[in-house]
């Protein structure tokens, strides 16, 4: 078991500071229990609630933490009556001991961190423990918190994102989300009109014009960069769920569907003929396949105690990838929208559709592979 001592903010007014949405008790406590801690006990309630528990995380104000360095400290096990200080570190603790109330107790008169760390130096046995500085960060001031939610912000940027997505389309949806973000505004909202703005943008291909293609493909990207704001707003605010994860799954692939659609639509009504529904067909029976199939193998059963989604091959197998592996995930990113934009502009939309239609099949066969073998 592992509990939480949040100590009380130095400063009231700081401490009722929004910061992307909650305060910052409210995001310690969100973040905190997102990692597994059972419960966050203030400081004034110690003396009630301490009688039976052995091991906390003492946390003291204006720090936060990333998800994944929260999980790791909750993973880690402590030697009875022992204390880990963490290198560099001067705003929280690990400590396992039956009589942290009482050493709370005496500590009431100075409850600064390295008062409290003196007072178990000399009671406890100590343990130092390297933690890397990306993973925390601390405040001092409300005009620090900016950079804080910079801090924040950075971190909701995946590692398996592609170039364009990184460089370009996060600054943009992290920009909309920082002013979204103290708004009434869900993430299924956010969702619902990334998708409109999507099926919106595939309606442009239907009339088989280039300039209206245009349009289209520019609606498409900015459905893309919109659909980043959902899950930063969710992981922001501690909103995540399962149903939000699956209509952001599944609208993403209706999206792509409609467009395959809508251009093979266009390209019948200019050349006419059998071909343009044949690559239709393809093209969408591929997408819908691999869609299920990945929402089958990863994502049905899946909680939501981290993104709904990070890579087609997550629930196939648990090793290393292998180089066909990593190109199968970097097929399922979405840079491929840049793409449809050139193609758009070149007059030439319809070659997505011949790409979508060997493609989207063919990607659907390798997931098989790679589930098979």
Same mark, same amino acid.
């Given at each position: 078991?592992?509990?939480?001592?949040?100590? #009380?903010?130095?400063?009231?007014?700081?401490?009722?500071?929004?910061?992307?949405?909650?305060?910052?008790?409210?995001?310690?406590?969100?973040?905190?229990?997102?990692?597994? $801690?059972?419960?966050?006990?203030?400081?004034? !309630?110690?003396?009630?609630?301490?009688?039976?528990?052995?091991?906390?995380?003492?946390?003291?104000?204006?720090?936060?933490?990333?998800?994944?360095?929260?999980?790791?400290?909750?993973?880690?096990?402590?030697?009875?009556?022992?204390?880990?200080?963490? *290198?560099?570190?001067?705003?929280? /603790?690990?400590?396992?001991?039956?009589?942290?109330?009482?050493?709370?107790?005496?500590?009431?008169?100075?409850?600064?961190?390295?008062?409290?760390?003196?007072?178990?130096? !000399?009671?406890?046995?100590?343990?130092?423990?390297?933690?890397?500085?990306? *993973? &925390?960060?601390? /405040?001092?001031?409300?005009?620090?918190?900016?950079?804080?939610?910079?801090?924040?912000?950075?971190?909701?940027?995946?590692?398996?994102?592609? $170039?364009?997505?990184?460089?370009?389309?996060?600054?943009?949806?992290?920009?909309?989300?920082?002013?979204?973000?103290?708004?009434?505004?869900?993430?299924?909202?956010?969702?619902?009109?990334?998708?409109?703005?999507?099926?919106?943008?595939?309606? $442009?291909?239907?009339?088989?014009?280039?300039? &209206?293609?245009?349009?289209?493909?520019?609606?498409? &990207?900015?459905?893309?960069?919109?659909?980043?704001?959902?899950?930063?707003?969710?992981?922001?605010?501690?909103?995540?769920?399962?149903?939000?994860? &699956?209509? *952001?799954?599944?609208?993403?692939?209706?999206?792509?569907?409609?467009?395959?659609?809508?251009?093979?639509?266009?390209?019948?009504?200019?050349?006419?003929?059998?071909?343009?529904?044949?690559?239709?067909?393809?093209?969408?029976?591929?997408?819908?396949?691999?869609?299920?199939?990945?929402?089958?193998?990863?994502?049905?059963?899946? !909680?939501?105690?981290?993104?709904?989604?990070?890579?087609?091959?997550?629930?196939?197998?648990?090793? *290393?990838? !292998? #180089?066909?592996?990593?190109?199968?995930?970097?097929?399922?990113?979405?840079?491929?929208?840049?793409?449809?934009?050139?193609?758009?502009l070149l007059g030439k939309v319809e070659w997505f559709l011949w790409l979508g239609a060997v493609g989207a099949p063919f990607y659907f066969f390798i997931l098989l592979v790679l589930a098979i073998v």
């Open positions: 078991m592992k509990t939480v001592l949040l100590f #009380p903010p130095e400063s009231a007014h700081l401490d009722s500071s929004k910061i992307l949405g909650l305060s910052y008790v409210e995001r310690v406590r969100f973040s905190l229990s997102k990692a597994g $801690f059972e419960t966050v006990i203030p400081f004034v !309630n110690a003396k009630e609630t301490l009688t039976s528990q052995e091991e906390f995380l003492v946390f003291f104000s204006r720090v936060l933490l990333t998800d994944e360095s929260a999980k790791k400290l909750k993973t880690i096990s402590l030697e009875p009556e022992s204390v880990l200080f963490f *290198d560099g570190v001067e705003s929280f /603790f690990l400590v396992r001991s039956k009589r942290l109330q009482t050493f709370l107790q005496e500590s009431k008169v100075a409850i600064s961190f390295f008062q409290l760390r003196s007072l178990l130096q !000399n009671r406890l046995k100590v343990m130092y423990q390297p933690f890397p500085r990306k *993973d &925390w960060i601390r /405040f001092s001031q409300e005009s620090d918190l900016p950079f804080v939610e910079g801090w924040l912000l950075r971190h909701l940027i995946k590692e398996n994102e592609g $170039f364009m997505s990184r460089h370009l389309e996060r600054k943009i949806s992290l920009a909309i989300t920082r002013r979204l973000v103290n708004t009434r505004i869900t993430p299924n909202v956010m969702t619902l009109v990334s998708a409109a703005c999507g099926l919106l943008g595939a309606s $442009f291909f239907l009339p088989a014009s280039s300039g &209206w293609a245009v349009a289209g493909s520019l609606l498409f &990207w900015l459905h893309s960069v919109l659909d980043g704001c959902d899950g930063e707003l969710a992981r922001l605010k501690f909103l995540e769920s399962k149903l939000g994860g &699956w209509l *952001d799954f599944w609208s993403d692939n209706a999206v792509h569907c409609a467009v395959f659609a809508a251009i093979a639509y266009g390209l019948n009504r200019r050349e006419g003929g059998d071909a343009p529904f044949i690559l239709g067909v393809m093209a969408v029976s591929g997408t819908l396949l691999s869609a299920g199939f990945v929402y089958w193998i990863n994502l049905r059963k899946k !909680n939501v105690d981290g993104p709904f989604f990070t890579s087609v091959l997550e629930g196939i197998k648990n090793r *290393d990838k !292998n #180089p066909l592996e990593k190109v199968t995930d970097f097929l399922a990113r979405r840079d491929f929208i840049y793409l449809v934009i050139l193609l758009s």
